[in-house]
């Protein structure tokens, strides 16, 4: 292991360049090419992604203007799956803005504008690599004696084990200095030996990393614990007069049915709590968690063999006007039917691949086949006004989605109208300023759109006046129990006036009980969508709800 190690110290560092023009990327390429460490180029994003999964990085320099996969997206990918990159945003002095925010985030550590200096450009790549060399070898020479003693214990001895992480290790050792980092982690190693008897705490391989090793304990006391030494380590400590802040992540492991190696299971453990740290505070490596990865690494390895395959389907929901009883149009809605998993929930996999990416060649296989049925519903009957698909905010973020639609638009010889496009509020209020152009260009084509689940975000009702809407669509969160809630009822009500006065529709979706129909009829709400008239049901059954409509009002 250790022979491993040093050779990997001694191994040159590898710097990852990505934009989606090629001439910038040979540019930067001979820039760095006096620099001691290896230059990996990728003109895509979905392309650096993979070599993102399959090399170790030093440090990732993107371009923020990408098509598909931006460079945002591409980050954001690396924050979680490869935390140990640095990262570095070169663009346009008109990106400014996105890179401040970037840089509050934590997902970047220096913006680079375009043109570049060539010496400072050097300079910083230069200091990056010094630092992360200075801390392979500190890692190599300190890691000798702790790797015998890790060698040494033996799970069964033991009932649990929690791993706690310093997030910011990194950020500390580039801030500080390699000294101020030890002495920082030797503070905390003592702290955590105050914290309980009964145990055996070792600071591991990884630098920042601590295991400690529990002989009596159950899950709840485990648990409990480690929000103690959380709460206890996590914050600001003075290190030689340097106030540094850290950001401390913390998991466990009951080991009474664990069948993992050591290894695995510290790394297993580790990447749990790298996904968790923005979600919880103790993340909790039990059997389910295990068997949830293993389930969504194989859904994200086998999307483009479910679409080869057709395993996805469209199903369809009615919306049905309130005046009538009769529908006027339907929503598109993906369902995933997994060869050996079964049917898969769109919350599941849709959040799946907006993380890796694979969400732009699902939501252009959603936008074909749906321009497809629709064309052929319109003709099957003229009482319908409208189908609407929805569309994600990665894919509002391709440069050709405009001209992608406008494409479908007349190969299918549908009407724009005919087409109403679902957006969601928590997307809108994302990205802001560059949907609110979008959605211009997209109203220009002719095509509706709609803003899906308002309530569940925090976005006004007077920006989204503003915007080219035609629909509105209330959130499930606002409709349950609406019948019980005058406040939601005095809310809900002023806001269809307020949309009648705009020439939007209101849509109220999750509608299920016969109560809330009545109440949002009352408040003369244009239309519903809901299990109180139909859940989404497959091409052939929404047919043959056409052909029985009106529903009783």
């Known amino acids: 292991m250790m022979c491993a190690q040093q050779e990997q110290s001694c191994q040159t560092l590898t710097v990852l360049v990505v934009d989606d023009e090629k001439a910038i990327v040979n540019a930067l390429k001979r820039e760095l090419r006096s620099l001691d460490c290896q230059v990996v180029t990728a003109t895509s994003g979905r392309k ?74 050097q300079q910083e790549v230069s200091a990056i690599l010094n630092a992360c060399k200075a801390a392979n070898d500190s890692h190599v020479q300190d890691n000798v004696a702790q790797q015998k003693a890790i060698k040494a214990v033996s799970l069964r001895d033991y009932q649990s084990l929690i791993l706690i992480r310093l997030m910011n290790i990194s950020d500390i050792r580039l801030s500080h200095g390699e000294q101020h980092a030890a002495e920082l982690e030797a503070l905390l190693e003592s702290r955590i030996d105050s914290l309980i008897t009964q145990k055996h705490c070792l600071r591991l391989e990884q630098s920042g990393l601590f295991g400690l090793y529990l002989e009596q304990t159950t899950v709840e006391q485990t648990q ?32 009474h049915d664990c069948s993992l190696d050591h290894d695995i299971l510290i790394n297993s453990l580790n990447d749990t709590i790298v996904r968790d740290s923005h979600r919880i505070s103790v993340s909790h490596l039990d059997n389910s968690t295990i068997s949830q990865y293993q389930r969504q690494q194989q859904l994200s390895a086998e999307v483009e063999q479910g679409l080869r395959n057709k395993e996805f389907k469209l199903a369809f929901q009615p919306k049905v006007t309130t005046e009538t009883g009769f529908i006027q149009s339907a929503e598109i809605l993906l369902r995933w039917q997994h060869h050996s998993l079964g049917w898969v929930p769109p919350s599941e996999f849709v959040r799946l691949t907006e993380l890796d990416g694979q969400i732009q060649a699902i939501g252009e296989w959603v936008l074909e086949n749906g321009f497809k049925a629709a064309s052929e519903l319109r003709r099957f009957s003229s009482e319908l006004s409208s189908i609407a698909i929805n569309i994600s905010a990665k894919q509002l973020q391709s440069t050709h989605i405009v001209e992608f639609i406008s494409e479908k638009l007349k190969q299918y010889y549908l009407p724009p109208s005919f087409i109403e496009l679902e957006i969601t509020e928590t997307a809108l209020a994302e990205n802001g300023q560059y949907l609110e152009e979008l959605l211009w260009q997209l109203k220009l084509l002719g095509v509706k759109l709609a803003i899906d689940d308002f309530g ?66 009352s408040m003369r709400c244009d239309t519903i969508q809901g299990f109180i008239y139909s859940p989404a049901v497959p091409r052939q059954e929404f047919e043959k709800l056409m052909i029985r409509q009106p529903f009783c009002k």
Request: proline share 2%; charged share 20%.
């Open 48 to 121: 650096a992604m993979s070599i993102l999964r399959t090399q170790s990085i030093s440090l990732l320099i993107t371009d923020h203007n990408m098509p598909e996969v931006t460079g945002v997206d591409l980050l954001r990918f690396a924050h979680q799956y490869s935390p140990q990159t640095k990262s570095y945003m070169l663009s346009g002095e008109g990106d400014l803005q996105a890179a401040v925010e970037l840089l509050n985030q934590g997902l970047i550590t220096k913006y680079l504008a375009k043109p570049w200096d060539r010496v400072s450009l």
């Open 456 to 521: 569940a975000g925090f976005t006004s009702f007077s920006y989204l006046s503003k915007l080219p809407i035609d629909v509105l669509k209330l959130d499930r969160s606002l409709i349950v129990d609406v019948h019980k809630d005058r406040q939601r009822q005095e809310f809900i009500g002023s806001l269809i006036v307020s949309c009648k006065k705009l020439g939007i529709k209101v849509v109220a979706e999750g509608v299920e009980e016969e109560a809330e129909l009545a109440c949002l009829s």
């Open 224 to 255: 409990i614990l480690c929000a103690q030494i959380r709460q206890q380590l996590q914050r600001t400590f003075n290190v030689n007069g340097s106030a540094i802040f850290c950001h401390v992540g913390i998991g466990f492991r009951a080991l």
